[in-house]
């Protein structure tokens, strides 16, 4: 048995393009022996195609109105329990400000699906940032409309966030009322064709999803050849329709970082927080399974708490600059460096040459 693993293991490594995503779906289900050999192989093959640096990307989480209803968030619209803020654009750049001088070469601008942000404002937002900062933009503001993704591409964004949650269309359906995954996909290759290098995802063990499911997710963000990838476990919300489900295993989880490692060698694979909020290594055991990049929070102390996607978040009480230095600690100690510079797509730095810097 443990043989025919190996054997499938080696084949998903020499092709990972091929993959059927039956194969994909085993790799998903490996028994405890197995969890270790897929993470130990998934750790070799992001060492020889992304290199030792794990990349801080600071994330500002600008925002938590959102118009959607996503039964796992706890942002959803409906939920009267959350004070909601917005920060101005002032202290966007400030945060912004704060994490180049820390040594971040990029801000992940994120909130809730918020129009109080038009398109005008935030690519005024993205032009200060890019112009003032030796900082690369990221944005993760939901869905937007095809008019917004390409003023903000002008305005001097480079990557986009935007997890396709999961590729069961059922699920997706019931999960994200008034959404589907079709339109998830479009927003997607809208993205991609407007030439930003594209982050997708999902979340691990929502009510209803099986290793099935999720190997559709890997195949998906594989032939979406996406540059960037945020696997991250459920984490139940009590005030969500989702409250009393019980929170994604941890080891599926680093199963499915593991397999995106292998169908997609040269991603930026983020080690979630959700991770590090359900296991305390939750960080350090995705940078040992194919992960390479953390995310230090930047958002000011009196926003963080409201920006309550999920209950117990970690680093809650971190200045950024505490943030900052505790996770360079992290990834020191499993004898990793942290990434200098913009920490680009490999495959987006070779189309664009030069020209990025
Ligand atoms: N509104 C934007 C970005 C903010 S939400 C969007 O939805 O794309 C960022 C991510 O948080 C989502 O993509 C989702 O995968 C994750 N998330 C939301 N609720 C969660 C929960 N309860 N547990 C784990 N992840 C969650
Ligand atoms: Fe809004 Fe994003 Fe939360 Fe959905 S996941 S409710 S879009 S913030």
């Given at each position: ?7 499938l ?11 059927h ?7 998903l289900?490996?028994?405890p ?11 070799r093959i ?9 990349h ?9 109105h959102?118009r ?22 002032e ?6 400000r704060?994490?180049?001088v820390?040594?971040v ?24 940032i ?21 003023a903000?591409?002008?305005a ?16 997706h359906?019931?999960l994200r009322?008034?959404?589907t ?15 930003y ?23 998906l ?40 490692r ?5 991603a ?5 927080t959700?991770?590090a ?16 990049v ?22 809650l ?5 505490h ?15 942290v ?18 810097g």
């Amino acid at each position: 048995m443990s043989r025919s693993f190996d054997r499938l293991l080696e084949k998903v490594v020499a092709e990972p393009g091929k993959a059927h995503y039956r194969s994909v779906q085993r790799l998903l289900e490996a028994g405890p022996g197995e969890e270790a050999r897929l993470c130990a192989t998934a750790d070799r093959i992001r060492a020889g195609q992304v290199g030792d640096a794990v990349h801080l990307r600071g994330i500002i989480e600008l925002s938590n109105h959102c118009r959607a209803e996503c039964h796992y968030c706890g942002l959803r619209a409906s939920n009267a329990d959350l004070v909601r803020y917005r920060m101005t654009p002032e202290e966007i750049l400030e945060s912004a400000r704060l994490g180049a001088v820390l040594g971040v070469g990029t801000v992940v601008l994120q909130s809730g699906e918020d129009s109080w942000y038009d398109r005008s404002t935030l690519a005024d937002l993205i032009t200060r940032i890019v112009t003032e900062l030796p900082v690369a933009v990221t944005l993760s503001l939901g869905e937007r409309s095809y008019d917004d993704l390409q003023a903000f591409r002008q305005a001097g964004a480079d990557r986009y966030l935007l997890k396709h949650e999961t590729a069961d269309p059922r699920l997706h359906r019931r999960l994200r009322p008034g959404r589907t995954l079709e339109r998830r996909v479009r927003q997607l290759r809208w993205l991609r064709s407007l030439g930003y290098q594209v982050g997708s995802g999902c979340i691990v063990g929502l009510p209803g999803q099986t290793c099935d499911s999720l190997a559709h997710d890997v195949v998906l963000m594989r032939d979406l050849d996406v540059d960037m990838v945020g696997i991250g476990p459920l984490v139940p919300h009590p005030a969500t329709p989702l409250g009393e489900a019980p929170p994604g295993p941890v080891g599926l989880t680093l199963r499915v970082i593991a397999t995106t490692r292998l169908c997609l060698p040269q991603a930026h694979i983020a080690a979630t927080t959700a991770l590090a909020t359900l296991h305390p290594h939750g960080r350090e055991l995705a940078l040992q399974a194919g992960a390479n990049v953390v995310m230090p929070n930047l958002t000011p102390l009196r926003y963080r708490r409201r920006y309550e996607i999920y209950p117990g978040k970690v680093c809650l009480d971190e200045l950024p600059g505490h943030c900052l230095t505790c996770l360079k600690g992290r990834i020191e100690g499993l004898g990793r460096v942290v990434g200098r510079g913009r920490g680009d797509s490999p495959k987006w730095s070779r189309e664009v040459g030069e020209s990025v810097g």
